[in-house]
């Protein structure tokens, strides 16, 4: 069974991914996570064949008391420093939002923030996709990442 996690906080686009998967993708399991800390957990338990990760997220689970703590721009570079420190292997490709990242002399755009991931974690950074709800050439480039990973239908 071919098993995909998606680490995303925003709803629209968590749900346009896992359409995206199954409709793409016969017979694949899609769990999901919603922050760095529950996306860490469901991680590190039984393996994935891929993972979907938003790059700007919040620390914990959004309740209706609690926004999820600090948003993290760069939670999805925490995460995959994280896989390093448990020695775990999976594919991750990085589905985003934003082309720049951070603010003032920190700001970075993402065409070099995906050079910097693939330098720094190779070994389980795939790519990343730029995401936009009007414009659906993410579909393709994220099917193009997947491919190897998942048989498309």
Not at 79 to 105: C, E, N, Y
Request: aromatic content about 10%; charged content about 25%; hydrophobic content about 35%.
């Amino acid at each position: 069974m071919r098993r995909v996690l998606v680490i995303e906080d925003d709803e629209n686009k968590l749900l346009q991914l896992c359409n995206f998967l199954r409709t793409r993708f016969h017979g694949v399991e899609v769990e999901t996570a919603r922050s760095l800390q529950s996306g860490l957990r469901q991680a590190r338990g039984d393996g994935f064949s891929l993972i979907l990760l938003d790059m700007t997220l919040p620390n914990f689970d959004a309740t209706p008391d609690d926004p999820g703590g600090q948003t993290r721009n760069f939670g999805g570079k925490e995460f995959l420093k994280q896989l390093d420190r448990f020695d775990m292997r999976v594919p991750v490709i990085v589905v985003t939002q934003f082309i720049t990242f951070g603010s003032g002399a920190q700001a970075i755009r993402l065409e070099d923030l995906d050079k910097e991931l693939k330098q720094a974690f190779g070994h389980n950074y795939v790519g990343c996709v730029y995401y936009h709800t009007s414009i659906h050439r993410w579909k393709e480039e994220l099917e193009q990442l997947t491919r190897t990973h998942l048989e498309p239908c």
